[in-house]
C-alpha cells in the first residue's frame, strides 16, 4: 500500500510539472498569436485575424483536455489509497467542478456563439481564465502535494524523493 501510494504521488507530481511546461509553451504560443493578430486587425485583414483567434482558443483548451484525461486516474488512486482529510476531498473536487465548467464555457463560447450571432464573440475574461486556469491549476497540484508530504510519516517522503 506504501509502494502504491509513492508511486502515485511520483507519478501526479511529474504529470504536474508536465503539464505545467506544457501549458507554458501553449501560453508562449498564444501570446504569438495574439502578437498576429494585432497586426493583422491593423492591416485590417479581420477574417485571418479572427481565424488566428480562434485557433489561440483552441489552444487554451488542450492543456484542460489533457489534464482532465491525464490526472483523473491518478486523482481516482490518490483518493483511494490516501486518508485524506475531508478538506482536501473538497479541493479535488472542486477542481474537476471548475474544470468541467471551464470546458462547457469553452464550448458554448466556440460552438454555441457563433450560430446565434454569426462569429465568435470572445469574452475577455473567459478568454483569460483558459489561458491562465492550465497554468495555476499544475501549481495548485504540486503546492498541495507538497503541503500533504510534509505532513505524512517520513517514509512516504523518503520513497517519494527517491524516486
Not at 40 to 50: A, E, I, N, T, W
Not at 110 to 117: C, E, K, M, T
Request: hydrophobic share 80%.
Amino acid at each position: 500500500m506504501l509502494d502504491t501510494l509513492a508511486i502515485s504521488l511520483a507519478a501526479l507530481v511529474v504529470l504536474a510539472f508536465s503539464v505545467l511546461v506544457a501549458s507554458l509553451v501553449l501560453l508562449l504560443v498564444q501570446l504569438l498569436i495574439l502578437v498576429l493578430v494585432l497586426v493583422l486587425r491593423l492591416l485590417v485583414l479581420l477574417r485571418l485575424s479572427m481565424a488566428l483567434l480562434l485557433l489561440m482558443v483552441l489552444l487554451s483548451v488542450a492543456p484542460l483536455l489533457m489534464e482532465l484525461v491525464a490526472m483523473a486516474p491518478l486523482w481516482v488512486i490518490l483518493l483511494l489509497a490516501m486518508p485524506l482529510s475531508l478538506a482536501l476531498h473538497w479541493v479535488l473536487l472542486l477542481y474537476f467542478v471548475v474544470m468541467l465548467w471551464a470546458l462547457i464555457q469553452f464550448v458554448e463560447l466556440v460552438v454555441v456563439a457563433p450560430q446565434f450571432s454569426g462569429r465568435v464573440s470572445l469574452v475577455p475574461g473567459l478568454l483569460l481564465l483558459l489561458m491562465v486556469w492550465p497554468l495555476v491549476v499544475p501549481l495548485l497540484v504540486l503546492l498541495l502535494l507538497v503541503l500533504w508530504l510534509l505532513v505524512v510519516p517520513s517514509p512516504v517522503l523518503n520513497v517519494v524523493l527517491v524516486l
